[in-house]
């Protein structure tokens, strides 16, 4: 497998190892995350050259924004009352997530139905854009949901695509339905192994009265 990390460090708008940028996700909750998508694929999300993602850092992504240091604390509190007025007529919605597929740089599970997800992204996309302009890339240009359960770091080549799948057909698990409520801004970063984050805010939907 190709290492995540090299490619999200070298791709146009590079996002380096400690740099914190902005994020909006979906965040399952650690319980719910270790129950249902982390231990039943233990085994294969640590499989060597692999760096698996723990419990309390798996995540959807919705939108990944600039650089944190890249705006003011008035931009980033403008960011969210933004959000926030606009996430009170989104209503909640469940994603479901599938088994997980071998991809060529992490293992990650696809969600459907994508389209209230779709419209979180560009929510949030222009909810950035009334307060910051075009300062900042749209990251990613198509979005889908999906929920990674393991990334190839420096020695992905050690992680052989065949042997996972087989891996994975002997191992039980369902698909899982997550509850998606509110949306997490988040400072996030990556060492080169994880990704973690600072929480920000946290984004109700469907509040309206």
């Known amino acids: ?11 146009t708008h590079a996002w380096p190892p400690g740099r914190k940028d902005l994020h909006w996700l979906i965040v399952p ?18 499989h060597p050259g692999l760096h698996p993602v723990r419990p309390q850092w798996m995540h959807i992504t919705v939108l990944h924004a600039g650089a944190q240091d890249s705006a003011t604390a008035g931009e980033v509190a403008r960011i969210t009352r933004e959000v926030t007025r606009r996430a009170a007529d989104t209503d909640p919605f469940e994603v479901t997530l599938s088994r997980p597929d071998i ?19 560009e929510m949030t996309w222009q909810a950035h854009r009334t307060v910051v302009g075009d300062r900042w890339p749209r990251i990613p240009s198509a979005s889908y949901p999906h929920l990674s359960h393991s990334y190839a770091g420096a020695q ?32 996030e970063w990556h060492d080169r192994r994880e990704i973690m984050w600072d929480v920000l805010a946290h ?4 509040s309206r009265p």
Do not use: C
């Open 29 to 46: 909750g650690e319980d719910f995350a270790r129950k249902h998508l982390y231990e039943p694929y233990r085994l294969l999300s640590e």
């Open 156 to 187: 992905g080549h050690l992680a052989d695509r065949r042997a996972l799948k087989v891996l994975l057909s002997d191992l039980p698990g369902s698909p899982v339905a997550v509850p998606v409520t509110a949306l997490t801004l988040v400072a």
């Open 1 to 11: 497998m190709d290492d995540f990390f090299a490619t999200v460090e070298g791709r």
């Open 103 to 121: 991809g060529n740089m992490a293992i990650e599970s696809k969600g459907y139905p994508g389209r209230p997800h779709r419209q979180l992204w």
């Open 203 to 206: 984004v109700p939907l469907g």
